[in-house]
C-alpha cells in the first residue's frame, strides 16, 4: 500500500463529489434556478440508467467480451454498446424534461442546465464516486502478497480472472484514480450540452435535435474508450479534453437558441 495512491484516492472522490455540488450551487444562486429541474435530471439518470441500463448493460458486455476474439467484432460491439447507451440515455432525457413542460415548468437554457447539472451529478456522486470509495477500501485491504490465498478462497485452485483483477487493484498507480477525477469533470459538460441538445428538440419540434444529441453522445461514448484502447490514455484523455471544450462551447451558443 503506498501512502501517495491513498492520498490520489482521497483527492479523486474530493473532486468528484465537491465539483458537482459546487457547480450546481453555484448555477444556481446565479440564475436563480429551480431545484426541480435538477432533480428531475437526477431522477431520469437513476430510472433510465443506473438501475436499468447500467446493469443489463454490464451483463451484455461481460458476456459477449469474453466470447469476441478478433479486434473487429470487438470494435463492432463497442459501437452498437455505445450508441445504444445513447439511445436510451438520451431517450429519457427526453422524457424528463417533456414532463417538466407538461407540470408547468418552461424550457429555458438554465432549466436545461440545472437539469444536465442534476443527470450528471448524480451519475458522478452516487455510481462513479461509490465504485470508486470500494476499489480504495479494496485497496487498502489487499496486498499482493495475499491476492492468491484470497482467490483460491472461491474455490479449489482459484480463479484466474478473479486474481488478476484483485491484482490490478493492489497495484493501482496514483495516477488512475486523479483520470477518474479528471474524466468526471469533463463528463459534466457533456451532460449538460446533451441535456440542452435534446430539449432543443422539445423547444423547437424538431427531431434533429435529439439526433444531434444521440450523435456527440455517442461519439464521445466510443472515440474516448476507442483512442483508450488504440493509443493509450494520454491521447485518449487529451482528445476528451477536446470534446469537452466543444461541449462548452455549445452550452454557451445555445443559451440563446430555442429558449
Known amino acids: 500500500m503506498r501512502a501517495s495512491t491513498v492520498a490520489a484516492f ?25 431545484w426541480l429541474a435538477f432533480f428531475c435530471g437526477a431522477a431520469v439518470f437513476a430510472v433510465f440508467q443506473l438501475f436499468t441500463w447500467l446493469p443489463i448493460s454490464f451483463y451484455i458486455d461481460s ?23 445513447s439511445l436510451i440515455e438520451d431517450g429519457g432525457r427526453l422524457v424528463g424534461l417533456h414532463w417538466l413542460r407538461r407540470n408547468g415548468h418552461s424550457l429555458q437554457w438554465r432549466n436545461g442546465v440545472m437539469y444536465g447539472l ?39 485452485g482459484g480463479n484466474p480472472a478473479f486474481e488478476q483483477a484483485l491484482l490490478s487493484i493492489a497495484n493501482t498507480h496514483w495516477t488512475q ?35 444531434f444529441a444521440v450523435l456527440f453522445h455517442s461519439s464521445v461514448a466510443i472515440i474516448v474508450p476507442g483512442m483508450a484502447r ?11 479534453l477536446a470534446l469537452a471544450a466543444f461541449s462548452m462551447w455549445l452550452i454557451y451558443r445555445l443559451r440563446d437558441v430555442n429558449d
Open 177 to 211: 484514480p486523479l483520470t477518474v477525477a479528471f474524466e468526471r469533470v469533463l463528463a459534466l459538460g457533456h451532460q449538460v450540452a446533451w441535456s440542452l441538445l435534446v430539449k432543443g428538440s422539445l423547444v423547437s419540434r424538431q427531431k434533429r435535435w435529439f439526433g
Open 63 to 85: 458476456v459477449v467480451e469474453a466470447r469476441v476474439q478478433s479486434e473487429g467484432w470487438a470494435f463492432l460491439w463497442m459501437l452498437a454498446i455505445g450508441l445504444a447507451t
Open 230 to 240: 488504440l493509443f493509450g490514455f494520454v491521447p485518449a484523455e487529451l482528445v476528451n
Open 118 to 156: 442534476g443527470h450528471g451529478g448524480v451519475e458522478t456522486v452516487l455510481f462513479i464516486a461509490g465504485l470508486t470509495f470500494v476499489n480504495l477500501l479494496a485497496y487498502l485491504a489487499l496486498s499482493p502478497r495475499d491476492i492468491s490465498a484470497v482467490a483460491d478462497s472461491v474455490g479449489p
Open 10 to 34: 482521497g483527492m479523486s472522490l474530493l473532486v468528484q463529489v465537491g465539483f458537482p455540488l459546487y457547480m450546481t450551487l453555484r448555477f444556481r444562486r446565479r440564475n436563480r434556478t429551480p
